[in-house]
């Protein structure tokens, strides 16, 4: 009976370094190990190997670029088969200002292996009235798909919205699989008593991102009239960049200033813990929730009551199963509205934090990912 193969990840950044990639690749890894597979990761980095938990992770410095990759092949090839490669596909992760040709042809010519990719993000967005650097840069990213995807013995993506950039085969077997959180899904009530102690008596708003323009620009218009509403409530900002969002916002507001709390980037079970202490989660974005939204799944997974918005990435299940707060667009009066709906009644609060923990469990946790990856493939591809 032939043994089965190796798994063998392949991501462009691994805990610890910063990122939500790393992170999940690091989850996975460490979940398929506890289920007793044998698992390497491939990531850039200082040269060395160690086993962590269970885990060999291999880093070498350039991996995924055109000096690196005979480097990665000869690493593969000392490796006893059958080898199964996971790709954990951002474009951008792999070097060469995201346009790495070569890193997906080698993938693809890499035939004694199974392949099997994870598009967390696919393609860099095309316009006819952007830049000619831009318009290169989502014709090679298009390039790339067709490339893994078209090689790929097993395709998985995070969205449904990738499935119409995928070749027409890969998108028929495609598994769809949204990223867990990764941030733990319990927190100690003791810890989340002691972040609640430096924030008054009032309701906690929350957010959790990494305040890019896209988003702060959408946050501040909700942000700033709630709590010009009632003088007890609080802001808790989360995340790489809180901190110098808090700064500029208070600037700009310095009534607020005694109200508006900055943790900065934490780590995962301190993250949890201040999530916890919040009442409520404001979590807008421009093209709307989706599953590929790291910040969103970390107050989800740990049942937060959690406002977000539509937009064209939001899947229908955010509808259907009603896991969140759901407002029609970015608009600051439908948002405004139904923060303070929610702020007004506990009871509400309490039946969101019910169905995002019950969704979460049923849909979006840790081990819906590797049950998918471990049960055997329905017919040849």
């Known amino acids: 009976m032939p043994s089965a193969p190796a798994w063998h990840l392949l991501t462009g950044e691994y805990a610890p370094q910063p990122g939500g990639v790393g992170d999940y690749s690091r989850l996975v890894a460490l ?38 990759l005979p480097r990665l092949s000869r690493g593969l090839d000392a490796c006893p088969g059958p080898r199964r490669l996971l790709l954990q596909y951002v474009p951008h992760a792999f070097g060469l200002k995201a346009m790495n040709v070569p890193f997906c042809a080698w993938f693809a010519a890499r035939r004694q292996d199974e392949r099997w990719v994870f598009f967390h993000e696919v393609v860099y967005p095309w316009s006819p009235r ?26 998985f993506v995070s969205i449904p919205a990738w499935l119409e950039h995928l070749p027409a085969r890969a998108r028929r077997g495609a598994g769809l699989h949204p990223v867990p959180s990764n941030l733990p899904t319990e927190a100690p009530e003791a810890a989340v008593q002691a972040v609640r102690s430096g924030l008054g008596n ?23 009239p709630l709590l010009h509403a009632d003088p007890e409530r609080q802001a808790l900002l989360l995340g790489h960049g809180s901190k110098a969002f808090r700064e500029a916002l208070a600037g700009r507001h310095p009534a607020l200033a005694g109200r508006l709390h900055a943790a900065g980037g934490l780590a995962p079970e301190d993250a949890a813990a201040h999530l916890r202490a919040c009442d409520l989660l404001l979590q807008p974005y421009p093209d709307g929730v989706s599953a590929r939204r790291g910040s969103v799944m970390g107050g989800l997974g740990l049942g937060l009551p959690i406002i977000t918005n539509t937009g064209h990435l939001t899947e229908p ?35 969101l934090h019910e169905r995002a923990t019950r969704v979460y469990r049923e849909r979006f946790a840790l081990e819906r990912t590797v049950e998918a990856l471990l049960r055997p493939q329905g017919g040849a591809r």
């Open 317 to 351: 299940l955010w509808r259907e199963l009603g896991p969140v707060e759901l407002v029609e667009g970015t608009a600051p009066g439908p948002w405004l509205d139904a923060a303070e709906r929610l702020l007004a009644h506990a009871g509400e609060r309490a039946a």
């Open 130 to 155: 952007a830049p000619l650097r831009h318009q290169v840069l989502a014709g090679t990213t298009r390039l790339m798909v067709r490339l893994v995807a078209g090689a790929a013995d097993r395709v």
């Open 202 to 224: 009032g309701l906690v708003l929350g957010h959790f991102g990494t305040y890019g323009t896209s988003i702060s620009g959408l946050l501040e218009p909700v942000l700033v």
């Open 31 to 68: 979940a398929l190990a506890r289920a007793g597979q044998q698992v390497h990761v491939w990531a850039p980095g200082d040269a060395g190997t160690r086993v962590e938990d269970g885990v060999t992770v291999h880093r070498l410095p350039g991996l995924y670029t055109p000096l690196g």
